[in-house]
């Protein structure tokens, strides 16, 4: 699955910079699969790259 998101900041600029850093991004990846698998689908999270 590929998730698109458009990150506006508080003032409605697209900065992904300033929105998600490295960190962040990594436990969208972690929860979104737990998330929809409780919701019944039947997702695995993609391998981390470390």
Do not use: W
């Not at 003032?11 to 699969?33: C, G, H, V, W, Y």
């Amino acid at each position: 699955m590929h998730l698109g998101i458009v990150p506006f900041d508080k003032d409605n600029k697209l900065s992904a910079k300033r929105m998600f850093d490295k960190k962040t991004l990594q436990a969208i990846q972690d929860e979104l699969p737990k998330y929809l698998n409780n919701r019944g689908f039947d997702l695995e999270r993609g391998q981390r790259a470390f």
